[in-house]
């Protein structure tokens, strides 16, 4: 079998930049997500079509992400 | 291109190829499950890479173990590839030349690119005949240690790398996005240049050209005329830029801190550079 339907994107998720990656393989579609800096996956999720693949894996980056906190450095 | 690394193209005219064993190693331990380059082997970089009583690389007779059960003799040629711009395919690299094997190399853009060129995967795991595997002590030129990193921190005779983003860098965050924060404090070892591993890597995953990488690490003082140390938060993102310093640009003294943040940002008394 082979990747079937690539696709990568940048998009604003709680105010971090992700990167997005979908495609297909055989019945399912798998999504990772990976913050654009420094490049970590940290969200995935599987589905029977890209919508729910993508929804499933950005459900779970917006609450991953909601936990990160920022400090200020000066 | 150094010969550590192959193409895409080179791995798929030689997954049948008995002199050469194909090993994924991923960040995510479930990807080499969904497919993967026909007949590699995988590995979990969190079972298998390491001690998993005490925080250490993976113990000698345990290597041993995986590579003869991964039909890999001291000849083998070992291909290492997988996701996050081979994070832990490095990581792999990093301990097997520890270890004295002599011919490992990286699938230069990883999974990402190999799927991204739509190119075959497998669900199969391949029938491997057990090997005998005998490793030599571990090369600790290659790996640093807290006393060696402070005493580098201190006196300025290494130069240090952090290679986390610069938002770990300045300690505005402690851990990537969307991961668990682990560690006390924020920012980064007294006297460490930051220059993020992602600057090793093009937009596909592939490494940027040799002249490209010199520059990069030129412009920050980083010209392999002394040691080197690379740091980052688990000592898997270093491993990469180990992999860049030592064998693609061919500087002598480079070393790992695996202890890396995780150790360094949680030790009581450390000093701690912000921004």
Not at chain 1, 10 to 34: F, H, K, P
Not at chain 2, 96 to 124: C, F
Not at chain 2, 238 to 248: A, E, R
Request: charged content about 25%; glycine content about 10%.
């Amino acid at each position: 079998m082979k990747a079937e339907g690539y696709t990568k994107r940048r998009q604003d998720v709680g105010g971090w930049a992700v990167e997005i990656e979908t495609y297909q393989l055989g019945d399912v579609y798998y999504c990772t997500i990976n913050n654009v800096d420094p490049g970590a996956r940290f969200a995935r999720a599987e589905g029977s079509t890209r919508e729910e693949a993508e929804a499933k894996a950005l459900e779970k980056a917006g609450r991953y992400l909601a936990q990160t906190r920022r400090f200020t450095t000066g | 291109m150094a010969n550590v690394l192959v193409t895409t193209d080179w791995v798929a005219q030689h997954t049948n190829d008995a002199s050469i064993r194909i090993v994924e190693v991923d960040v995510d331990t479930t990807a080499y499950d969904q497919g993967h380059v026909p007949g590699a082997v995988g590995w979990n970089w969190t079972t298998e890479l390491c001690d998993t009583l005490v925080r250490d690389i993976i113990p000698i007779k345990k290597l041993e173990e995986l590579l003869g059960r991964s039909g890999v003799d001291n000849k083998t040629t070992i291909v290492l590839y997988g996701d996050n711009n081979n994070w832990f395919a490095a990581w792999a690299f990093w301990q097997l030349k520890m270890y004295g094997h002599q011919d490992v190399r990286i699938m230069d853009g990883g999974r990402k690119k190999w799927i991204a060129e739509s190119r075959e995967l497998t669900t199969d795991k391949p029938n491997t005949a057990p090997k005998t595997y005998k490793a030599s002590a571990p090369d600790t030129s290659l790996r640093a240690f807290l006393a060696e990193v402070q005493q580098a921190s201190a006196g300025q005779k290494a130069a240090l790398v952090d290679v986390r983003s610069p938002a770990e860098f300045t300690g505005e965050i402690l851990a990537p996005p969307g991961l668990p924060e682990t560690c006390q404090r924020g920012g980064h070892i007294p006297g460490a240049k930051s220059i993020p591993w992602g600057k090793n890597c093009n937009d596909d995953g592939t490494f940027k050209s040799v002249d490209d990488l010199k520059a990069l690490y030129a412009g920050q003082g980083i010209s392999g005329d002394k040691p080197i140390i690379a740091y980052c938060r688990i000592g898997e993102r270093s491993s990469l830029t180990w992999f860049v310093l030592k064998h693609l640009l061919g500087f002598q003294n480079v070393k790992n801190y695996d202890g890396s943040w995780t150790e360094w940002g949680n030790l009581v008394g450390a000093a701690v550079e912000k921004p």
